[in-house]
C-alpha cells in the first residue's frame, strides 16, 4: 500500500528521501489509537496529513482544522462528516472515495456463480459501521429479487469473531459476504483462516483478501485508491489547497478468484466466470 502511495507521489515529482520526509505511523487496527497518532502530527507542524480508512480521517480532521487532510475511504466522505460535499470539499480535506459499498447484489450474484447450490448465504457485518444497515438492505434487496436465503452475523469486535463462525457453521450456511468495512479489512488474515478453517465459500470487497487466501473478491482497486492519494499530496506540496480539489471516485474495478482456494474447497468453477475475471490466482 505504501508503495502505490509514493509512486502517486513520485508521479507528482516528489520521492521519498530525495526531496520530502514521510513520517509513518500504523494503529494495526487498534482505532483508539489514532486519536493521539493524529495529534503527534500536528505537533510536528507536518505540511499535510495522508490518512487511510474512515477512522484515520476522522482522526486527523479532529486534530487539526489548518494542516491538509488527504483521505482514501470507502464510506461516502458527505455521510461520515469529512467533507462538505464531493464537488466542493470545504475546509482542509478532501481525498478520494472508493466505491466498495453498494455492489452487495454484485457480490451476491458472483458468489451464486461460484457456489450454485447454496440455499441459505451469511453476511458478516459490523454493528458498529455507519453503513451496515445499508449494505444489509441492499443485500436483502438483491436477494429478495433472486429468491436467495439470506443470514446476518454480526461481528464488532476482535471476541466474536469466533462465535459468528460458529454461528454460520450451526446455521449451515454454504457460502459468505464480508460486507465492505475497515475494520474487517485490518483483520483480513484471520477471516480469510477462519472461512478456510470452516470450509465458507466466501467473497470480499478487495484484492487483498483473496491474496491472502480467500476464494474471491470484487470492488475498487486499494492499490488505486492509494496512488491516486499520493498523487493529491504531491499536488498540496506543489501549493493546491484541500478546499478546491474535488474528492477523487476511484471506479477502478477488479474481479480476483482464487484458483487454489477454490480446488480446496472442492468447487469447480466455470471457464466463463474465470474469462470475466481481472486476474485468477493459481
Not at 502511495?5 to 526531496?19: A, M, P, S
Request: hydrophobic share 50%; proline share 4%; no cysteine.
Amino acid at each position: 500500500m505504501a508503495a502505490a502511495f509514493r509512486r502517486g507521489l513520485g508521479q507528482t515529482g516528489y520521492l521519498e528521501g530525495r526531496n520530502v520526509a514521510i513520517e509513518y505511523r500504523w494503529a494495526e487496527g487498534q482505532f483508539d489509537r489514532l486519536a493521539a497518532m493524529a495529534a503527534d502530527l500536528v505537533e510536528r507542524n507536518v505540511t499535510v496529513i495522508a490518512a487511510f480508512g474512515p477512522p484515520a480521517a476522522l482522526a486527523a480532521k479532529a486534530a487539526t482544522s489548518t494542516i491538509p487532510v488527504i483521505f482514501v475511504t470507502g464510506f461516502d466522505p458527505v455521510q461520515a462528516g469529512l467533507v462538505a460535499s464531493l464537488n466542493r470539499p470545504g475546509g482542509n480535506v478532501t481525498g478520494v472515495h472508493l466505491f466498495l459499498i453498494g455492489l452487495e447484489g454484485k457480490r451476491l450474484g458472483l458468489l451464486r456463480e461460484l457456489v450454485p447450490r447454496a440455499t441459505l448465504i451469511g453476511l458478516l457485518l459490523n454493528p458498529r459501521s455507519p453503513d451496515s444497515a445499508g449494505q444489509l438492505r441492499a443485500l436483502q434487496q438483491a436477494a429478495r429479487a433472486v429468491g436467495q436465503q439470506i443470514f446476518a452475523v454480526e461481528v464488532g469486535s476482535d471476541g466474536e469473531f469466533d462465535t459468528a463462525f460458529a454461528a454460520l457453521m450451526h446455521h449451515q450456511v454454504g457460502a459468505l459476504i464480508v460486507a465492505a468495512d475497515i475494520f474487517f479489512t485490518s483483520r483480513r488474515d484471520r477471516i480469510v483462516k477462519l472461512a478456510a478453517r470452516y470450509a465458507i465459500p466466501t467473497i470480499y470487497e478487495l484484492r487483498e483478501y483473496a491474496v491472502a487466501g480467500g476464494l474471491a473478491s470484487y470492488g475498487t482497486s486499494l492499490l488505486d485508491g492509494y496512488y491516486q492519494n499520493g498523487v493529491y499530496v504531491g499536488r498540496i506540496l506543489k501549493g493546491a489547497k484541500a478546499a478546491d480539489l474535488p474528492v477523487m471516485q476511484s471506479t477502478k474495478f477488479e474481479f480476483v478468484i482464487n484458483l487454489k482456494t477454490a480446488r480446496t474447497l472442492g468447487l469447480e468453477v466455470p471457464p466463463a466466470l474465470s474469462a470475466t475475471a481481472d486476474e485468477v490466482i493459481e
